[in-house]
């Protein structure tokens, strides 16, 4: 089973032959504000003709009604989830249509002012944000480290270092689009040793800024309102000799080695030269990694075993927090055995701001959950959750609900809100647009049994389950299973990171295991529960609510 992804998606375009290059004046008035930029939105000659730019290349390969000339342009929320210049900003943001809701014939979207060219890599909707920092005096000579993440979609959109803190300074980085929201993260190394280590042994804080404006500043005063931001590092491949696979499609993914859940993923529709790098957060400190990639040698848009596509395996232990891997081609191959990404648009939430979602997607003709999501407070009316492990040509239930009640649990409608969607993919990674409605449907979410259940179905894996029930008052369960028997250690730490008790500290052996947690003389708050057994740690928090 495969976790919601929180992390940065990469896309550029699919290079390709084409034999018949020529402008349509019909074109520009089949995707959103298409008339700023007129034929320059396809093609590197404003007027239109000859050869097309990356965002017009895109369309031609995979977006046209039919595949010629003659076709006319598919917009819709795959196109617009897409980076066809690989600048950071996806198609639709550029053209003011995120989601790709719009449809020809409808009023343009968003502002014409903020229109920018999806085909063009220094054309972009980015724009600065700068963090005043001041009375930083306690961690003069400390490093910083600082993440921007956007609650759309909880992606990191950007990072910085900061190798000496000065009682004031300034961090600016060119991450913003206009109207977006965002988590300001960062934390103070106090005790030096180079990696985050959770409140109060290092200082950590976590900032907001809402409803951008574009070169927004936000400042900051040192203060001991600490917040443990469960900070990840950064996975760095240098890509080298890839002089075969230029202008081919790349997709990368991170896999806890494990547990095998994905922790990152990454999407380059055209390697731009022989020599590259990507970046792909999510990955701990102290655990291990596979990670899996592929060149499209066939340009079919899909993963096809090795020899058809060239696909590569590497390992990945994590002594160091950030980690660099260097990959020089060869013909080593390995079926990765690739599965794609499924996301959901959220759109017009406002009833369900503040509350908790749960997705899940299940393939219909086994039963079996491929893949869940967990936001425990949808963060705006507008945002987006991406699940892993779909595979081309199979029906799926995407089934999600909304805590109307505030339970922490599922409940038929009308009490909480829930919906059923149905899919099935020819493109590989699928993107869908869900609008709020009352069209309710009882999604019998499974329940504390039902996903024991699920796992005595799967291979023998660790896992740690969500406690239940949750919010709770006084007493919880903590459910998690073994692959191998060995010693186990479960703790419980206040939001702070101080240890509040110890649950678990003795030898016990595979399989499932249930652990009662009375917190009869603790205070309402937020708590965290970890645990380790052999090369396995994973933490959840749980809400103690009185």
Request: proline share 5%; net charge negative; with cysteine.
């Amino acid at each position: 089973m495969k976790k919601f992804l929180i992390s940065l998606v990469f896309v550029g375009i699919l290079a390709f032959t084409i034999t018949t290059v020529i402008s349509r004046g019909f074109r520009p008035n089949e995707i959103p504000n298409g008339s700023v930029n007129s034929c320059s939105n396809c093609h590197f000659n404003p007027a239109g003709g000859g050869p097309r730019n990356n965002f017009g290349t895109l369309v031609e390969f995979k977006f046209l009604t039919e595949h010629s000339s003659a076709g006319h342009v598919m917009w819709g929320p795959l196109l617009a989830s897409l980076d066809a210049d690989n600048d950071g900003v996806t198609n639709g943001q550029e053209l003011q249509d995120p989601f790709g809701q719009w449809v020809t014939g409808q009023p343009n979207p968003g502002s014409s002012s903020l229109v920018t060219l999806p085909g063009d890599s220094t054309s972009n909707t980015l724009s600065t944000l700068t963090v005043s920092f001041s009375g930083m005096n306690p961690h003069i000579g400390q490093m910083l480290k600082l993440r921007v993440i956007d609650k759309s979609n909880m992606k990191e959109v950007g990072r910085t270092t900061v190798a000496s803190i000065t009682a004031s300074f300034d961090v600016t980085l060119d991450v913003i689009l206009q109207g977006h929201s965002y988590y300001i993260d960062f934390f103070a190394d106090h005790n030096s040793n180079g990696l985050y280590d959770p409140p109060p042994v290092d200082h950590a804080w976590r900032i907001e800024l809402n409803n951008a404006q574009g070169n927004d500043n936000v400042s900051f005063t040192h203060n001991t309102n600490f917040v443990d931001i469960d900070w990840d590092y950064m996975l760095t491949v240098n890509f080298s000799g890839m002089t075969p696979h230029v202008g081919q499609l790349l997709e990368l993914r991170v896999e806890d080695d494990v547990t095998s859940e994905e922790v990152g993923r990454m999407r380059l529709e055209a390697i731009p030269s022989a020599n590259f790098t990507v970046n792909i957060p999510g990955i701990k400190f102290g655990k291990q990694y596979n990670v899996d990639f592929y060149a499209d040698l066939n340009g079919n848009g899909l993963y096809d075993a090795p020899p058809t596509d060239h696909a590569w395996k590497m390992h990945l232990d994590n002594k160091t927090g950030d980690v660099s891997l260097d990959f020089a081609h060869n013909t080593n191959f390995t079926d990765v055995g690739w599965d794609y990404l499924y996301t959901l648009n959220f759109i017009g939430m406002n009833p369900h701001v503040g509350q908790l979602l749960e997705m899940r997607i299940v393939r219909q003709d086994n039963n079996k959950e491929v893949g869940r999501a967990k936001v425990d407070a949808i963060p705006a009316p507008e945002f987006s959750v991406s699940i892993p492990g779909i595979e081309v040509g199979h029906d799926y239930n995407v089934d999600f609900y909304a805590d109307l009640n505030g339970n922490g649990s599922y409940d038929a409608p009308p009490t909480d809100h829930a919906w059923r969607l149905t899919v099935n993919s020819s493109t590989g990674n699928f993107v869908d647009n869900f609008t709020h409605n009352t069209n309710f449907t009882d999604i019998d979410w499974p329940g504390v049994t039902g996903i024991l259940d699920d796992i005595a179905k799967l291979p023998k894996s660790y896992r740690l389950l969500q406690n239940y029930p949750n919010p709770f008052n006084p007493s919880t369960n903590i459910t998690f299973n073994l692959k191998e028997s060995g010693l186990v250690t479960l703790k419980i730490y206040d939001i702070l990171g101080q240890e509040v008790v110890t649950l678990l500290n003795k030898v016990l052996p595979a399989g499932l295991h249930s652990v009662n947690f009375d917190a009869a003389g603790l205070q309402s708050g937020t708590y965290i529960y970890r645990i380790q057994s052999n090369n396995f740690t994973a933490a959840k928090k749980m809400i103690l609510l009185k």
